[in-house]
C-alpha cells in the first residue's frame, strides 16, 4: 500500500535559519502530494501542495517540489521564524487511485529566538 | 470566511458514556472526513462519507459511527468510550476524493 516516511524530529533551529525536512513516498499511482502544519492545540491546515511530477508547492515561504525520479516532496524554507514552531506533516493521496489520505508521522519543528 | 466547525472543542464524558462530536463545514465538499489523532502520532483515518456514501476503515472499531444527515453536518459517536478513547478528534473536508483536505480545529475528548 502507499506509504510516507518522514525525518525524525524535533528538529530545533535558530531563527532566520534554512529549514528542511526530508519526505518520501511510495505509491503504485499518481498520488498528489501535500504538505500540512499543525500548531499546538489546533486541526491541520493546508501548507502547500503538487499535483503532478516537477510541480513546485509554495506558500508563505514555504516550498516544496514534486520529484518522481527520487519519491520525494521535501520541505524548504529560507529563513524560519519562531512563528513558524509546529508539526509539518507530509501526506499524500491518489485522485485516480485508493484515494484514501495517507499522512506521515509528523515531524516538530521548534524555532529559538 | 468559508470553514469547518467542530462543536464542543473540549469534550469530558464518563467511561461507557456515549457521546456525540459534530461538524459542520460551509464549503460546500463532497467528502467528510473524521480522524482520531492521539498525542504525537499522525491522524488516523476513522471513515468518510462521499456524499452519502459511507466508508468505513477496516480497522475502525465498531465502537465508533457515523451519520452525515445532509451536505453540511456530520457527527461522530462513540457508543461506549473506554479510557483509550481520549484523543484530539479532527473532522475534514475535501470537494472530491484524493484532493487537498480543510480541517476543523478539533474536538479534545477526555474519558474519565
Request: net charge neutral; glycine share 8%.
Amino acid at each position: 500500500g502507499d506509504s510516507v516516511t518522514q525525518m525524525e524530529g524535533p528538529v530545533t533551529l535558530s531563527e532566520e535559519a534554512f529549514l528542511t525536512i526530508n519526505c518520501t513516498y511510495t505509491a503504485t499511482g499518481y498520488p498528489s502530494l501535500f504538505w500540512y502544519v499543525q500548531y499546538p492545540g489546533e486541526g491541520l491546515q493546508l501548507l502547500l501542495k503538487a499535483t503532478k511530477a516537477d510541480d513546485k508547492g509554495s506558500n508563505k515561504g514555504f516550498e516544496a517540489t514534486y520529484r518522481k525520479e527520487t519519491t520525494s516532496f521535501h520541505l524548504e524554507k529560507g529563513s524560519v521564524q519562531v512563528s513558524d514552531s509546529a508539526v509539518y506533516f507530509c501526506a499524500l493521496s491518489d485522485p485516480g487511485g485508493s484515494y484514501i489520505p495517507t499522512f506521515g508521522r509528523g515531524t516538530s519543528l521548534i524555532v529559538h529566538p | 470566511d468559508a470553514m469547518v466547525i467542530q462543536n464542543p472543542r473540549y469534550q469530558v464524558t464518563q467511561f461507557g458514556k456515549p457521546v456525540t462530536l459534530s461538524c459542520s463545514q460551509t464549503l460546500n465538499h463532497n467528502v467528510m472526513y473524521w480522524y482520531q489523532q492521539k498525542s504525537s502520532q499522525a491522524p488516523k483515518l476513522l471513515f468518510h462519507y462521499y456524499d452519502k456514501d459511507f466508508n468505513n476503515e477496516a480497522d475502525t472499531p465498531d465502537n465508533f459511527q457515523s451519520r452525515r444527515p445532509n451536505t453540511s453536518f456530520c457527527f461522530l459517536d462513540i457508543r461506549s468510550p473506554g479510557l483509550g478513547d481520549a484523543a484530539m478528534y479532527l473532522c475534514a473536508t475535501s470537494m472530491y476524493r484524493g484532493r487537498e483536505q480543510y480541517f476543523g480545529p478539533g474536538t479534545r475528548l477526555t474519558v474519565t
